[in-house]
């Protein structure tokens, strides 16, 4: 009886651990808890936006990377009425599975923060939240690159390879629609 019972409770600490563990890696900040803590008290307004093929071809052209959609996910964040910062979801294959950023920009186009709302591939592939702190205030040149203004990252240079495209992209992306937007 004894045995039985620690091999019981064995198995459910096994089970519980691994629910954890599971939690942990998928259970990260949501979009919202995300948007909410770097646009605090502003209104957020969600728009999925259709690039053209002229505007997909100058977003790739700028950063230098393949868009492989011309569906655009994007929050405008705005408080009394004013934009304060807009917010756009890349999700990108890292090795085999599925990475989803939240990268959020002040006005001027400058990343404000970047915020890891999925990542499926093992845990010990994810970049740390000080890792992305050096995409802050940056903007779109051929020095935002690994190597360059941005440190790679030990063990894990696919993640850090899949992350800077998406910051390219978006940034492209973004370029691209304001520009457009003031004509």
């Known amino acids: 009886l004894i045995l039985r019972i ?7 600490l096994f089970v519980l651990l691994s629910v954890a563990v599971t939690a942990l890696q998928r259970g990260l900040i949501t979009r919202d808890e995300a948007l909410a ?10 728009e999925r936006v259709f690039l053209t093929v002229e505007q997909t ?6 950063s230098g990377e393949e868009l492989t959609s011309a569906l655009v996910a994007r929050y405008i964040a705005r408080r009394a009425g ?13 090795r085999t599975k599925p990475e989803s950023l939240l ?9 404000k923060r970047i915020d890891v709302t ?14 992305f702190r050096q995409y802050e205030d940056q903007t779109l040149d051929a020095d935002l690159a690994l ?3 941005i440190r790679p990252i030990a063990g894990a240079t696919l993640t850090a390879l ?6 390219r992209r978006v940034l492209a992306i973004d370029q691209v629609l304001q520009s457009d937007a003031e004509r």
């Not at 620690?6 to 459910?12: G, I, L, N």
């Not at 803590?37 to 969600?46: F, H, M, R, T, W």
């Not at 093992?122 to 890792?131: D, M, V």
């Not at 899949?162 to 910051?167: L, M, P, R, T």
């Open 6 to 12: 620690s091999a019981v409770s064995v198995f459910v």
């Open 37 to 46: 803590a770097v646009y605090p008290g502003a209104e957020l307004e969600a």
């Open 57 to 62: 071809n100058r977003a790739e052209s700028l």
């Open 82 to 94: 004013a934009v304060i910062g807009r917010a756009y979801v890349d999700t990108h294959t890292v």
């Open 103 to 111: 990268i959020s920009l002040n006005t001027a186009g400058q990343v």
């Open 118 to 131: 999925a990542f499926l591939e093992p845990i010990e592939y994810k970049a740390s939240e000080r890792w």
């Open 147 to 149: 190597q360059r203004q």
């Open 162 to 167: 899949a992350a800077n495209e998406a910051v």
